[in-house]
């Protein structure tokens, strides 16, 4: 089992730059494949990209690519997630999500959640 935590929202301007960090705890913590979603007021949740718990892959939904990158830093069990040129399209609660790494990737769902992290983005 995993849990995780996810920091770093804020209220920022569009244009700006953000980097959320997602600190995934417990003892099998680095056997998991982590992915970043978000939801905004309304709207489904979307997913944002993931990445392989060796940190050599990643894969990204085509709406971000070229402005969001996703890195870990497995010595801290920490998944980062940097977001630049943001709009106010971004404005969203951000989660982390966590799934035992397998053959399949990116995984089809992900069996564990963080609480998220609120992205404002002022136009």
């Known amino acids: 089992q995993v849990q995780l935590l996810e920091s770093g929202g804020g209220l920022v301007q569009a244009g700006d730059s953000l980097r959320l960090a997602c600190a995934a705890s417990g003892r099998t913590a680095s056997m998991y494949d982590l992915a970043w979603f978000r939801r905004a007021l309304g709207k489904e949740r979307e997913f944002i990209g993931s990445?392989?718990?060796?940190?050599?892959?990643?894969y990204y939904s085509d709406s971000v690519k070229g402005r969001f990158a996703i890195s870990r830093d497995s010595a801290k069990n920490t998944v980062y997630l940097q977001m630049n040129s943001l709009k106010s399209d971004d404005t969203a609660v951000y989660y982390c999500?966590?799934?035992?790494?397998?053959?399949?990737?990116?995984?089809?769902?992900?069996?564990?959640w963080g609480r998220g992290t609120q992205v404002t983005v002022s136009s």
């Open positions: 999500a966590a799934n035992l790494a397998s053959l399949q990737w990116p995984p089809r769902h992900y069996a564990y």
């Open positions: 990445i392989r718990r060796s940190g050599n892959a990643t």
